[in-house]
């Protein structure tokens, strides 16, 4: 790579960042919009024409506040462990399959994995750090349910490679002719379940249950570090939509109709958020020890058999 192509792959991983930023701030005010419609009452209203510019003044609030830091913490591993979690979910992004070959990711779904994999760490440093009984607590809770689902969500992937014969996300967007979402109904409803695992949202958000867990890892968290918590949080719900509509719905990335799925998928988090009641912890390991796994490995025997079946009649 010479200087000039360097130099536009950081100019587009950076304009990237920038529209991922803009997006998480819509989309917090899409949620407390359309959650304030489900209890009847109002969402953010007063800031500009309907409230479009309050997620910006929420930014400017909190990253004005004064910075808090307990007593007892491990100063630098609680500093950094926000700064951790978002970078973490931004470096994910580069695995969308933009056809430009600005970057040539023919290992994206494994770099996809290394990286979720990784995103436990953020939450565990962050509730250990703290040096408080509910962060550790919350944490803990975390990374045992996050473990738990990433071994299906592996399995279902593995199902896709043997399918599609490749580690590459573009390949998902050539081979749907017919979309997966039809061929394998019962993973996409599992994929979409272990989503709301892995980004700890409603009704699986026992590492901030704020009804027991007093807001969970991110008690001590104020100011900044609630807010880049609060954004790496935000930015992959919206990267698991993303991968939905790639994996599942065509993965036309350049239609709009892909970003509208993305956004309807999104929305199906927040309908979900103001319906559902928290799980029950046992029920949660249950689900995905005795339902999700089994289903996920026999599906990915059928796979593997129908591609050995492809490969004896066809070659």
Do not use: H
């Amino acid at each position: 790579m010479n200087f000039k192509e360097i130099y536009l792959s950081l100019v587009s991983f950076l304009l990237l960042m920038i529209m991922v930023m803009v997006g998480v701030a819509f989309l917090t005010l899409l949620e407390r919009k359309m959650l304030g419609y489900i209890q009847i009452r109002k969402g953010p209203n007063k800031v500009s024409f309907m409230g479009i510019l309050q997620p910006f003044c929420d930014v400017i609030k909190l990253f004005s506040k004064e910075q808090i830091f307990p007593s007892l913490s491990n100063y630098l591993m609680f500093y950094f462990a926000p700064i951790f979690s978002l970078f973490l979910i931004l470096i994910c992004w580069m695995v969308f399959p933009m056809v430009s070959v600005i970057w040539s990711f023919n290992f994206s779904v494994l770099f996809f994995l290394c990286c979720t994999s990784m995103s436990v760490y953020g939450i565990m440093i962050a509730g250990w750090s703290s040096n408080s009984k509910y962060s550790l607590l919350g944490s803990i809770r975390s990374i045992a349910q996050t473990i738990s689902y990433e071994v299906s969500l592996s399995i279902i992937l593995m199902c896709f490679i043997f399918l599609i014969d490749s580690y590459n996300l573009l390949n998902f967007v050539y081979m749907q002719k017919i979309w997966f979402f039809f061929i394998s109904m019962p993973l996409a409803m599992i994929w979409f379940i272990i989503m709301l695992a892995e980004t700890n949202r409603t009704p699986f958000d026992f590492s901030e249950g704020e009804s027991e867990l007093v807001s969970g890892f991110n008690v001590e968290y104020g100011s900044g570090g609630f807010a880049l918590i609060f954004m790496a949080e935000y930015a992959s719900i919206l990267f698991m939509s993303m991968l939905f509509s790639l994996m599942f719905l065509g993965g036309d990335v350049f239609s709009l109709i892909f970003y509208l799925k993305m956004v309807f998928l999104s929305s199906l988090f927040i309908l979900i958020r103001g319906t559902l009641p928290r799980f029950r912890y046992d029920k949660l390991m249950n689900m995905a020890w005795k339902s999700f796994l089994p289903v996920s490995l026999n599906f990915l025997m059928f796979f593997v058999g129908i591609k050995m079946l492809l490969m004896v009649f066809f070659f």
